[in-house]
């Protein structure tokens, strides 16, 4: 069965599954990036491990024998759907996997917009040993706050019990209250009594840009947004207007409207703003357990029995 990890692997990535020839799968490495190395290699795939990199009607086409697409990680925003139903091409995904690596890059961007990691950071390096007032007056803690969560799944279950360990407070919202141990919120109520807000949706048109200008209106002036779920779920125009006006304090973000993100994007000139590049599932523990459940899902394919986490 010829498999195509649509993935820069790392030189110990890539023994790992060459050695999976054993079992029967023959898998091609293949980094997301330039189109025609990958649109020559998908023609004879029969499986496609997906990380990013859209999966769209065209690529589809151009693959005749594919038949299953393994989503590495949960959202299934990037692949069509429709087209892969169409081709009767089955679909899943692996929730869980990435909980852990997404939840420590979510306290890692709380804390680096608290303290301001990035200009700290550079104004070191540039041998600005001491800091203006701005930049002092700026500095902050977890403790005291409250932090809110948008949605409340395995994400903030690993993340709430450590802020409430941190002195913070924890409040959420979701399509509706949960069994566990903090206060449920509408989501106007949630921005407007958070110090943090942090989001854990998935992308669907319901949630595009489920933060807006006019939802911006309610935060805090001290208030932070982190983003480790998708760039769609925020209108970037508002939020950098409400950041360079000083109604919002600070942002981090791992996720783009548009990725890669555009070096000309402004929310990337702003001091205010920490940032990666969606990379807040990316550890070497994440990459393990993923290519565990590819692995037992591409050997269950091949073999005619039932797949885990389907969904198409």
Not at 66 to 78: C, M, P, S, Y
């Amino acid at each position: 069965m010829k498999v195509l990890f649509h993935y820069a692997a790392g030189q110990q990535l890539r023994s790992r599954v060459e050695q999976l020839s054993e079992q029967g799968l023959v898998v091609t490495c293949c980094p997301e990036g330039a189109d025609t190395p990958f649109h020559d290699k998908i023609q004879n795939a029969q499986i496609l491990w997906h990380v990013l990199q859209p999966v769209t009607a065209e690529i589809i086409q151009c693959a005749p024998n594919l038949k299953l697409i393994q989503k590495l990680g949960v959202g299934v925003n990037t692949i069509d759907l429709e087209a892969a139903k169409a081709r009767n091409i089955a679909v899943c995904n692996m929730p869980g996997t990435n909980s852990q690596a997404v939840a420590e890059m979510t306290l890692l961007l709380m804390l680096g917009a608290l303290r301001r990691s990035s200009v700290l950071d550079r104004a070191c390096r540039n041998g600005a040993w001491y800091l203006d007032a701005e930049t002092k007056d700026a500095l902050g803690e977890i403790g005291g706050r409250t932090v809110g969560f948008v949605g409340f799944g395995a994400i903030p279950g690993i993340l709430a019990p450590i802020l409430q360990v941190m002195g913070a407070r924890v409040i959420y919202h979701a399509r509706k209250p949960k069994t566990v141990p903090y206060e449920f919120a509408s989501l106007e109520a949630l921005l407007e009594q958070s110090d943090i807000v942090t989001l854990h949706v998935p992308a669907t048109p319901e949630t595009h840009h489920l933060i807006n200008r006019s939802r911006l209106a309610l935060m805090k002036p001290s208030a932070i947004l982190v983003n480790t779920a998708r760039g769609e779920l925020v209108d970037e125009g508002a939020l950098n207007g409400a950041l360079k006006s000083g109604h919002l304090c600070a942002a981090g973000l791992d996720v783009f409207d548009q990725e890669p993100v555009s070096p000309q994007n402004p929310l990337l000139s702003l001091d205010n703003v920490v940032v990666t590049p969606h990379v807040a599932w990316l550890t070497n523990e994440t990459l393990s357990r993923c290519v565990d459940v590819a692995v037992r899902n591409s050997l269950a394919f091949m073999r005619g029995e039932d797949l885990v986490h389907r969904v198409v």
